[in-house]
């Protein structure tokens, strides 16, 4: 898997700084130890839609979300996604704190990175899967995104058993533990639309937004 060093700038809010050997070195050395310790983990499955206005069905829970309805029109099946790289990456930005101000925020925007690297590489193994069925994937949506509740996050553990399949659990706030863990719904139509899979361009807030890959607002 490879850690895009502007990726890793841009969750750092250093997307616009040019070449600085200082930051580029601490970059690269902590990209060097995630990708020598960290080994992420996923589980994903396929399941047919059903829906009724704004709410959508997977095994006859409903989820209820305008916007995840929108995105999942024209589909016939959805997959539920779940990854995570491990409660290593948590304790490398914890043992980054003790010594440097300056790598605690590498190491987390470079853990950020690598996260949404897995995500990019497993929603094309989807792709890939979906295409054996004759069907077209959407962008990936989370819980908490828009105005589909962090609230999921209850039935979508427990439809995919994730803290049984990956060890990821939710806090009292529904947060993921390890925290370098993201779930996902991506909507498959039999239908291409040509959808951008993945990344900013997706979101209506990425004119805005300061980790956009846009850049933001001026």
């Given at each position: 898997?490879n850690?895009?060093?502007?990726?890793?700038?841009?969750?750092?809010?250093?997307?616009r700084?040019?070449e600085?050997s200082?930051?580029?070195?601490?970059?690269?050395?902590?990209?060097?130890?995630?990708?020598?310790?960290?080994?992420?983990?996923?589980?994903?499955?396929?399941?047919?839609l059903?829906?009724?206005?704004?709410?959508?069905?997977?095994?006859?829970t409903?989820?209820?979300s305008?916007?995840?309805s929108?995105?999942l029109?024209?589909c016939?099946d959805?997959?539920?996604?779940?990854?995570?790289?491990?409660?290593?990456?948590?304790?490398?930005?914890k043992r980054?704190?003790?010594?440097?101000?300056?790598?605690?925020?590498?190491?987390?925007?470079?853990?950020s990175?690598?996260?949404?690297?897995?995500?990019?590489e497993?929603?094309?193994?989807?792709?890939?899967d979906?295409?054996?069925?004759?069907?077209?994937?959407?962008?990936?949506?989370?819980?908490?995104?828009?105005?589909?509740?962090?609230?999921?996050?209850?039935?979508?553990?427990?439809?995919?058993?994730?803290?049984?399949?990956?060890?990821?659990?939710?806090?009292?706030?529904?947060?993921?533990?390890?925290?370098?863990?993201?779930?996902a719904?991506i909507?498959c139509?039999?239908?291409?639309?040509?959808?951008?899979?993945n990344?900013?361009?997706?979101?209506?807030?990425?004119?805005?937004?300061?980790?956009?890959?846009?850049?933001?607002?001026?």
């Amino acid at each position: 898997m490879n850690i895009p060093v502007n990726e890793v700038k841009r969750y750092l809010g250093a997307a616009r700084i040019g070449e600085n050997s200082q930051l580029d070195l601490m970059i690269e050395k902590v990209i060097h130890e995630l990708e020598s310790r960290i080994i992420p983990h996923h589980i994903y499955r396929f399941f047919p839609l059903r829906f009724e206005e704004n709410t959508f069905y997977v095994e006859d829970t409903p989820f209820h979300s305008s916007a995840l309805s929108r995105n999942l029109k024209g589909c016939t099946d959805v997959v539920m996604l779940a990854c995570t790289l491990g409660p290593e990456a948590d304790r490398m930005v914890k043992r980054a704190e003790i010594s440097s101000i300056l790598e605690a925020a590498v190491t987390q925007a470079a853990c950020s990175a690598m996260i949404e690297a897995y995500g990019n590489e497993l929603n094309q193994q989807i792709k890939d899967d979906a295409a054996s069925r004759n069907l077209y994937c959407r962008p990936r949506f989370s819980p908490g995104y828009g105005d589909l509740s962090l609230n999921t996050q209850r039935d979508f553990f427990r439809i995919l058993n994730i803290t049984k399949e990956l060890g990821i659990t939710l806090n009292d706030s529904l947060l993921m533990v390890p925290t370098k863990s993201v779930t996902a719904f991506i909507g498959c139509s039999p239908v291409n639309q040509n959808c951008i899979l993945n990344g900013c361009e997706e979101c209506n807030m990425n004119t805005q937004c300061v980790y956009s890959r846009n850049g933001g607002s001026e």
